[in-house]
């Protein structure tokens, strides 16, 4: 194996076993060999003595992401600066597993992983929590649509009308909590507080950050 093609070899194996994927190796008569899989698709990925990448197979995401490493690879640029596979795929594996989900929360996701891979971490932060913020209005509506009490259910609306939303959410939080009828299975309970609350929250204070910095302290 000559140095380039002993370099470029490497390189392309780092960017694979990054992104987790399953892989083969097997040395050819003129180029060491890859075969990788993700899911349904496989890809070919062929090094030669020269430093040459070849990516051979059918179109799919993954066929993409390798050609994206390849062309970095050859033109001596940092594997670094590449999205993991996953971040680059998210949007389509929203619409996959919730085909029903909100275009707007899709869109602002699309637009975070481009100003992300623009360098722009403030604007991704700014994003991410616009996305957050629509999802928890989201749940909260169909919560408020699923109490049948209209009593209970326009003191509900009263309490979470006209405040911030991380105050909206304390009201929602409280009402459920207090709900007797809450959905059972897939870890509901739990979910609300330790999953949706910390993600939102996260993402919400690093919007509020980026959005309204603070001024500067000096002693």
């Known amino acids: 194996m000559t140095d380039i093609q ?35 698709f496989t890809n070919c990925v062929k090094v030669y003595g020269t430093g040459t990448i070849q990516i051979q197979g059918s179109e799919s995401k993954l066929r993409e992401a390798l050609l994206k490493a390849k062309e970095a690879i050859e033109n001596e640029e940092s594997l670094g600066d590449m999205l993991p596979f996953e971040i680059e795929r998210f949007p389509e594996l929203l619409k996959e597993r919730v085909p029903a989900i909100d275009p707007v929360i899709v869109r602002f996701i699309e637009e975070a992983i481009i100003t992300l891979k623009a360098g722009s971490n403030l604007g ?7 996305a957050s913020e629509k999802t928890i209005y989201l749940l909260i509506d169909a919560s408020k649509k699923a109490i049948k009490d209209e009593t209970l259910k326009n003191k509900f609306v009263s309490r979470t009308s006209g405040k911030f939303i991380f105050k ?22 739990n979910d609300i507080e330790i999953k949706i609350e910390q ?15 603070h001024p500067f302290v000096t002693s």
């Open 6 to 40: 002993e370099k470029h070899y490497s390189q392309m194996m780092s960017f694979i076993a990054r992104n987790r994927w399953l892989f083969n190796e097997k040395v050819e008569n003129n180029c060491q060999r890859i075969d990788v899989q993700n899911g349904k």
């Open 124 to 130: 991704c932060a700014f994003l991410l929590g616009g």
């Open 168 to 189: 909206i959410f304390d009201e929602f939080k409280q009402s459920f909590k207090s709900s007797k009828n809450k959905p059972q299975g897939y870890g509901w309970t």
């Open 199 to 213: 993600i939102f929250q996260f993402c919400r204070i690093c919007r509020n950050e980026a959005g309204h910095p």
